[in-house]
T-cell receptor
Framework: AQSVTQLGSHVSVSEGALVLLRCNYS??????LFWYVQYPNQGLQLLLK??????LVKGINGFEAEFKKSETSFHLTKPSAHMSDAAEYFC????????????FGTGTRLQVFP | KAGVTQTPRYLIKTRGQQVTLSCSPI?????VSWYQQTPGQGLQFLFE???????NKGNFPGRFSGRQFSNSRSEMNVSTLELGDSALYLC??????????????FGPGTRLTVL
């Protein structure tokens, strides 16, 4: 069965520092890969997704992620953190050729200190 | 274009009762999926409806059910509520025609508390 592992339930960075949130998937066939963000008392918002093509994907709010098949990873990065980036981030996958069933990781809460 | 709306936003019920949650998708979207979010289990897929048919189902007991109407609005029902059903219930809509590639847009959720 598909699964997603997010290393680190909490990550803290200083404003202006690099943000790196880790995500690994487990399946023999690379799935579609997604990163979502959730602000307090809100639903989820899609940051970016990888389905096919270029392995470096750029998303909203300056975030990007790189699909690395050899490492079964899809880590999320942002060069310079802003206070407004403080939120919970979820990596998710959908099996290729399937329907809309998202399988989520356990989430990483990002704190940004001034 | 209006986003996904969920009603009610907050709900308090007691054990043994049943509850119905509603989700109105973005206009033109035919797929509606439901997810349960709890601190202990995280985000878990409940089921997906497409054109009034359940297309996919997660690993939840039969107390959890849903349906979709011809206008794509969806409801989920939980019968015989248990304390462990306390959660944020999120619905998401998409066009649902591209095998998982379509972006899913999430509503703000319904916070259910079971006492």
């Amino acid at each position: 069965a598909q699964s997603v592992t997010q290393l680190g339930s909490h990550v803290s960075v200083s404003e202006g520092a690099l943000v790196l949130l880790r995500c690994n998937y487990s399946s023999s066939v690379p799935p579609y890969l997604f990163w979502y963000v959730q602000y307090p008392n809100q639903g989820l918002q899609l940051l970016l997704k990888y389905t096919t093509g270029a392995t470096l994907v750029k998303g909203i709010n300056g975030f990007e992620a790189e699909f690395k098949k050899s490492e079964t990873s899809f880590h999320l990065t942002k060069p310079s953190a802003h206070m407004s980036d403080a939120a919970e981030y979820f990596c998710a996958v959908i099996q290729r050729g399937g329907t809309d069933k998202l399988i989520f990781g356990t989430g990483t809460r990002l704190q940004v200190f001034p | 274009k209006a986003g996904v709306t969920q009603t009610p936003r907050y709900l308090i019920k007691t054990r043994g009762q049943q509850v119905t949650l509603s989700c109105s998708p973005i206009s033109g979207h035919r797929s509606v999926s439901w997810y349960q979010q709890t601190p202990g289990q995280g985000l878990q897929f409940l089921f997906e409806y497409f054109s009034e048919t359940q297309r996919n189902k997660g690993n939840f007991p039969g107390r959890f059910s849903g349906r979709q109407f011809s206008n794509s609005r969806s409801e989920m029902n939980v019968s015989t509520l248990e304390l462990g059903d306390s959660a944020l219930y999120l619905c998401a809509s998409s066009q649902g025609t591209s095998g998982g590639i379509d972006e899913q847009f999430f509503g703000p959720g319904t916070r259910l508390t079971v006492l």
